[in-house]
């Protein structure tokens, strides 16, 4: 945004007969002195483009990616895994983005381990965190002629994440693996139950699952519903699939 | 070299609640006053449009909010004795930036705090002996009554038109309000804003256990309001997008919502975006603020001449400033002298979830402020005689909008991950609510704030460095809240409970609250101060620090309510003595 400024001091000086001048007076003095509302200049989200293959991410990593979702939050009778509400696309386009460079992160160093209390120290902004980590836990997987994660049996790789998340599985390197499978989950968690405006929570799915009503403005109708179920089915910020015009 | 510009009669550093409050109070004296705001504009069409503002990525997880951690975060760590490292991404705070300060993004929790927390010191020695506050808990006395901010209260509240309920109208206790509150001359502006299932449920159960549940006062408007200042806010529509996001409704009160529409038409207000201060100037016997210098968004220095300097930015960038500046003598934790950086406080909060089988609790119907609370167990409303610990919380069923990718309540044994997450989240996520406490943290003297020693910002300023960890006082309070949580959670008649009480040192991570203090505090003595009653400089007589930043210690309330009637206090004692006798002091040092 660029730099506004307001400066009266040229228009009137300072003292208490300006200020005792009513308020329409004044207001018409603004006016002259400039807007500091401006219209049409929102910031409506950019819509994730679904058609694309993945940007950011090498087959290899979105072979890692693919399959990590796939046992984060599997497929099941009660709604779709990640994978089928697209948080790896979602996570590929927010690590290609002003996220995954770490836009709004502190990420100067000097970088020490860090206490446990101490919060995200790894050396790289998200992205590269995600691809140094997912580099290491090949290595660490395949050292000894082992599968990759991606090849392994489902049970396998849920015993891996759960070593990963107890901070068991030494990566080596200058990778966290504990810190990693944070980031990991979070990245997850957020492709599946964002807004489907930034490719994730595909079809509103994960929302209908439990049961959010999405992006709505005017609940007042509710507040006093107690233990009715809600009528109204998910809406994103772009609206819903059935308002798509077809054909 | 600064480029000079013309002398203003006030210029302010920061422009989010208390320096909208004070640039109102300060015009209507006839000063002519500059605000420098280091972050951009904000308008509510613009930037919180409802067409978009239910957005939990883009607000919360991606912090566009909030501020840029790029251009200047802390440093962090619960003891002297370890290394601090810079506090990298926001999590358990989280620091506003911007038009508007963090009051664009706060759930409009608008509390006063206690009679007796304004006497946390004496007070307690008072009642439960010598013993009861340990040598290394600096709390101290707050310079200033109750009775003297009831006034201030009240104009903060009748500015934001907060809605609720009294509990003590003049010393007469009234029904359905908080019996434990201190005296008020009148009625809340507004009503209760309308209660939802959960909160109703918490009530109910609380009140079978003799405890007194009323409504959590909001600055999220139960109906239409015009404010003092001829200011409307709209009808809040419990979108559930308060706490972490800002209102596109005019109904949560901000800067922008309750005081901004008046004072930007003022001709004898300034308001300076994207300009940073670097440095309150000093004359050359170092008591007297001459002005400050700022940097703009282009890189250029510019030396602002003032007769007043006024800090009112948040309480870490408050103390940055002064340690920056040299004023004041820096705290320094192994001798307890020095006053800047000294008491820093936070505060400790846990919850114990209820999840229900029988009962649709639609948390995503919900509002900031939007609750049932108790204060039996807050500040010194109860004996703590043997309980090993002074102050207190409150409890209660705050329902601010369940977002789903934040609100993950699963029962004890439910993994974060995989079918049986999946199972439980889609089972309990209309059926869960959530018994919060929020205790007070009282400051000891290994909580601290100065300036670290590697880490730069991005001017090359040294960042601040925070020095904080939890003690035994708090976590036996912070426990014992949890219980009287628990007791309630479970006469609400659920399927289970689960308690997430507070354990360990305190971690950067997890949001708790954005409710930092102290570092620069108000006090009767400038040995042990940085300001007086009327948060002036003992040592520069016309600079003035507002804001938490002036708390002694923190009290188990949320701190708005407070900051904004101390700085309504301020502003009245510069507008009726100090603008009357220049440059002097208010209280004879």
């Known amino acids: 945004m660029p730099q506004f400024q307001v400066d009266r001091r040229a228009v009137l000086g300072l003292g208490a007969a300006a200020c005792a001048a009513p308020l329409a007076a004044a207001a018409a003095q603004f006016t002259a002195s400039g807007m500091v509302w401006q219209a049409n200049t929102s910031a409506f989200p950019t819509a994730v483009d679904l058609s694309a293959h993945y940007v950011f991410f090498t087959p290899d990593e979105a072979a890692f990616i693919e399959a990590a979702c796939a046992r984060l939050i599997p497929a099941d009778a009660t709604g779709p895994s990640a994978v089928q509400a697209g948080a790896p696309l979602f996570l590929d386009r927010q690590l290609a983005g002003e996220y995954g460079k770490g836009a709004r992160l502190y990420m100067q160093g000097p970088f020490g381990k860090g206490t446990a209390t101490q919060g995200y120290q790894a050396r790289w902004p998200p992205a590269g965190f995600h691809r140094a980590a997912i580099k290491a836990i090949d290595e660490h997987l395949t050292r000894n002629g082992g599968a990759p994660f991606h090849r392994r049996a489902a049970a396998d790789q849920d015993a891996f994440l759960k070593d990963l998340e107890a901070g068991k599985a030494e990566l080596g390197g200058e990778v966290d693996g504990k810190a990693y499978f944070k980031l990991l989950l979070q990245n997850v968690m957020e492709g599946y139950f964002c807004d489907p405006i930034y490719g994730g929570n595909q079809g509103l799915a994960a929302w209908k699952m439990i049961g959010f009503p999405g992006a709505r403005y005017d609940q007042r109708a509710y507040v006093l519903a107690y233990n009715q179920p809600y009528p109204l089915p998910p809406v994103g910020i772009g609206g819903r699939p059935a308002w798509s015009v077809k054909g | 070299m600064a480029t000079k510009l013309p002398p203003v009669d006030a210029v302010l550093v920061g422009f989010g609640w208390t320096g909208a409050i004070m640039a109102q109070e300060l015009t209507e004296a006839g000063l002519n006053v500059l605000a420098l705001e280091r972050g951009d504009w904000r308008d509510t069409p613009t930037d919180f449009s409802p067409a978009y503002a239910q957005d939990e990525l883009r607000y919360y997880w991606r912090h566009e909010l909030f501020q840029r951690l790029n251009h200047d975060t802390l440093t962090i760590r619960n003891k002297a004795s370890e290394t601090a490292l810079p506090m990298r991404q926001l999590g358990s705070f989280l620091l506003g930036s911007g038009v508007g300060g963090a009051g664009v993004h706060w759930n409009g929790q608008v509390w006063r705090f206690l009679p007796s927390d304004f006497k946390a010191r004496s007070h307690n020695l008072q009642r439960y002996g010598k013993a009861a506050i340990p040598d290394d808990m600096t709390i101290q006395d707050y310079p200033v009554t109750y009775d003297d ?39 809340y502006p507004n009503p209760p804003l309308d209660m939802p299932y959960g909160p109703t449920l918490f009530g109910k159960a609380a009140a079978e256990l003799g405890r007194h549940p009323f409504p959590h006062p909001a600055a999220n408007c139960s109906r239409p309001y015009t404010n003092p200042l001829g200011v409307q806010l709209g009808q809040c529509t419990y979108c559930g997008f308060c706490e972490k996001y800002a209102c596109g409704n005019y109904s949560k009160a901000s800067a922008q919502t309750t005081i901004l529409p008046v004072l930007m038409r003022k001709p004898n207000f300034t308001l300076k975006t994207n300009s940073e201060v670097t440095k309150v100037n000093l004359s050359a016997d170092g008591k007297t603020a001459t002005g ?283 507008r009726t003595r100090y603008l009357k006798a220049s440059h002097q002091p208010l209280v004879p040092a």
């Open chain 2, 292 to 574: 400050v210098t700022y940097i703009d968004d282009k890189g250029q220095a510019f030396e602002q001449p003032a007769e007043l300097v006024i800090l009112s930015a948040y309480i870490l960038h408050n103390v940055r400033l002064l340690l920056l500046s040299g004023i004041g003598k820096p705290y320094d934790p192994a001798t307890g002298q020095g006053v800047v950086g000294k008491n820093y406080a936070y505060q400790i909060t846990s919850s114990v979830n209820v999840f229900f089988d029988d009962k649709i609790l639609n948390p995503f119907v919900g509002a900031g402020a939007l609750g049932t609370i108790i204060n039996d167990f807050n500040g010194d409303n109860f004996d703590h005689s043997g309980l090993g610990f002074i102050g207190g919380g409150y409890v209660g069923v705050l329902q601010t909008g369940a977002r789903p990718i934040e609100t993950h309540n699963t029962p004890t044994g439910a993994p974060a991950w995989g079918a049986a997450w999946k199972t439980a989240i889609a089972r309990d996520y209309l059926k869960t609510a959530s018994v919060a406490t929020h205790g007070a943290v009282m400051s000891h003297r290994g909580n601290y704030l100065d300036l670290d020693p590697t880490y730069k910002d991005a001017l090359g300023r040294p960042l601040l460095r925070m020095t904080f960890d939890f003690t035994d006082n708090e976590h036996r309070m912070s426990d014992y809240l949890t219980d009287r949580a628990a007791e309630i959670a479970k006469a609400m008649g659920g399927r289970e409970i689960k308690a997430n009480p507070r354990k360990g040192s305190w971690d950067v991570v997890p949001y708790q609250t954005t409710h930092n203090t102290g570092g620069a505090i108000m006090g009767d003595d400038p040995k042990t101060s940085f300001t007086n009653r009327y948060l002036q400089s003992w040592d520069v007589p016309n600079l003035f620090v507002l804001g938490a930043t002036a708390f002694p210690q923190n009290a188990g309330y949320n701190p708005t309510g407070t900051v904004a009637a101390l700085t309504y206090y301020a502003a009245d004692a510069i």
């Open chain 2, 149 to 187: 901010l009831e006034p201030h209260f009240d104009k903060f509240e009748y500015l934001c038109g907060v809605s609720g309920k009294a509990g003590n109208l003049k010393g007469v206790i009234q029904p359905g309000g908080d019996p434990f509150e201190g005296p008020r001359q009148r009625e």
